[in-house]
């Protein structure tokens, strides 16, 4: 059930910080994957292995899908699946900076369930449960009610902001930036920011846990151009990610399409 698995994630959570926390003064090993999708490093690895044995062991029949394991059809025959990026924002992770997180989820008949975004650096953890609403460190957070998107905030991309994009006009909002989508998502889960956007394909453990946790906090979260996010896909990607109260989430995807 949904809360028992949040207990679960959070404990997996937190010890993965432990072990990511560890490697910061070694030597990182750093790779590059295949076909552009970045670096990887021993923490990431490390991390992946903690996490696929801690939560594999307390849920055997449970499915995986994680950015550093190699891809299987098992998980498809599975009722729930464990969507895992062991380190998002390895970038930042290997340039010595905070903003790098865990991202944990429980998905079920494409739903997430239960999800965990934690930042061991910040010590802020993520939480929610479907249907239980969303948390930081223990304490409810809610989304902002901003109406328009004119003089708003919103995270994404610089390129996401060419006119090109925008048929229905640019809006006139602040633009910032976090290197980890999850902790994109997580801080306008708490009302730091108004909105979040990205128009690229974007893979599922990205988004799997900070997407539920928008959505316990009033979010609506969907692609580009508003089909609702489905998970555990055979190819675990979405065509983007719109995120923001139903109002402004309505305003930017008028813009959009």
Do not use: C
């Not at 394991?69 to 895992?84: C, H």
């Not at 708490?190 to 690229?200: F, H, I, N, P, V």
């Not at 846990?209 to 996010?229: F, M």
């Amino acid at each position: 059930m949904p809360e028992s698995d949040l207990s679960l994630l959070i404990d997996a959570a937190r010890r993965a910080g432990d072990t990511a926390r560890a490697y910061l003064s070694e030597p990182l090993d750093v790779r590059y994957k295949d076909a552009g999708a970045g670096p990887v490093t021993r923490a990431d690895l490390a991390v992946n292995t903690l996490l696929h044995r801690v939560l594999g062991s307390a849920r055997p029949d449970y499915g995986w899908l994680s950015e550093e394991s190699p891809d299987t059809a098992a998980r498809l025959g599975a009722k729930r699946v464990f969507i895992v990026d062991p380190i998002d924002g390895t970038r930042s992770f290997i340039d010595g900076e905070k903003t790098w997180a865990h991202s944990i989820a429980v998905a079920e008949q494409g739903r997430i369930r239960a999800a965990v975004v934690y930042l061991p650096l910040l010590d802020r953890l993520y939480a929610a449960a479907e249907g239980a609403g969303a948390r930081l460190n223990g304490a409810p957070i809610a989304v902002t009610r901003r109406a328009s998107a004119e003089g708003g905030t919103i995270l994404a991309k610089k390129p996401t902001f060419e006119t090109g994009n925008w048929p229905g006009g640019v809006p006139g909002m602040t633009r910032a930036h976090r290197p980890s989508l999850a902790y994109r998502l997580s801080l306008v889960a708490e009302g730091r920011y108004d909105a979040m956007l990205t128009l690229r394909p974007t893979r599922e453990w990205d988004i799997a846990a900070g997407a539920l946790i928008l959505s316990e906090a009033g979010a609506q979260v969907t692609d580009r151009r508003g089909a609702p996010l489905r998970f555990n896909n055979a190819h675990p990607q979405t065509d983007g990610v719109l995120a923001a109260n139903a109002t402004l989430h309505g305003d930017l995807l008028d813009r959009l399409i």
